[in-house]
Nanobody, 119 residues
Framework: QLQESGPGLVSSSQTLSLTCTVS??????????WSWIRQPPGKGLEWMGT???????YYNPSLKSRASISRDTSKNQFTLQLSSATPEDTAVYYC?????????????WGQGILVTVSS
């Protein structure tokens, strides 16, 4: 199970920070991928980035290096930081996990959290 948390309102130019708390499994487990996805109002889903169980991290180039995903294994959490926020970053933010097993993959999503960036 995944649960997003963080402020629902961020001022422009500030850093948007969100945390995803993982329960029911270890964030260090092999073959897991931990991602952030967002959906702006009236638009489709946008993949932001993924951290592999190995620690390697991949980002959507469209974010122009503003995004950073890290993990805290002691708390079983992973976080998203998005610098220089603008109102265009207003969206519902989701954290998600993917497990790749021998029989296929399993995805789990959090319920999402609405973050509004004020101008």
């Amino acid at each position: 199970q995944l649960q997003e948390s963080g402020p629902g309102l961020v001022s422009s130019s500030q850093t948007l920070s969100l945390t995803c708390t993982v329960s029911g499994g270890s964030i260090r487990a092999n073959n897991y991928y931990w991602s952030w996805i967002r959906q702006p109002p009236g638009k489709g889903l946008e993949w932001m980035g993924t951290k592999r169980y190995s620690g390697a991290t991949y980002y959507n180039p469209s974010l122009k290096s503003r995004a950073s995903i890290s993990r805290d294994t002691s708390k079983n959490q992973f976080t998203l930081q998005l610098s220089s926020a603008t109102p265009e970053d207003t969206a519902v933010y989701y954290c998600a996990s993917r497990f790749d097993g021998a029989r296929g993959y399993v995805e789990v999503w959090g319920q999402g959290i609405l973050v509004t960036v004020s101008s």
